[in-house]
């Protein structure tokens, strides 16, 4: 089989990061976490007190950024300008943050490029909101994945359940994903929708496993 780059677009919580690693995983290919790359922005904007609509000020902070994957005992984490920040990118606060960063032109103008480039080697399985849409229109394969937004809402809270000592409440975080589904889908710049040649698969009912297989289906027709 030749080398193939595969997208997975989805909304949060629907497992993309899950799967994507699992596929990546199972075909040999590099998984790349495009989502991460916002969140970078977003904890650097927060850590700056930038307003997210402040477009002059986001484009200096991101002409002042370096973002790079590096894999460190065989685990993907990223660093900004040298500062591993792997784990401080998930808190809800970000989250949220990164949700209404990656609405601003600026930013994306900025991601564009450095993602284009993560994927130009092909043999990856990229993950994000608008991969198959915008980034790699071209893209060999294109996968949308999603979920009921109760059982997004419930993997998310589970797995800061874990993450933290202090988890916020399930309703909470139902509600934020529910404000960040309607902020990705109706933002005017690369709203968050599965192209028209994207393969969608429900993941609600079905396992990590269940889902790769029937990816891995896909691909090899």
Partial sequence: MKELLITIDGPAGAGKTTV??????????????????????????????????????????CSELNLEFREINGEQRLFSNGQDVTDYIRTPEVTMLASAVSAR?????????????????KA????????????????????????????????????????????????????????RDKNDSSRKVAPLKAAEDAIVIDSTQLTVDAVV???VTHILK
Avoid: N
């Fill in 20 to 61: 994507s690693r699992a596929l990546a995983d199972r075909l040999g290919y590099r998984y790349i976490d495009t989502g991460a790359l916002y969140r970078a922005v977003a904890l650097a904007a927060k850590s700056r007190q930038i307003d997210p609509g402040d477009d002059a000020a986001l484009q200096q902070l």
């Fill in 105 to 121: 032109p600026v930013v994306r103008d900025y991601l564009l490029g450095l993602q284009r480039s993560l994927g130009a080697r």
């Fill in 124 to 179: 990856a399985v990229v993950e994000g909101r608008d991969m198959g849409t915008v980034v790699f229109p071209d893209a060999d394969v294109k996968f949308f994945l999603s979920a009921s937004t109760e059982a997004r809402a419930l993997r998310r809270y589970e797995e800061l359940r874990q993450k933290s000592k202090i988890a916020p409440r399930r309703e909470d975080v139902e509600r934020d994903m529910r404000q």
């Fill in 213 to 215: 297989d029937l990816m």
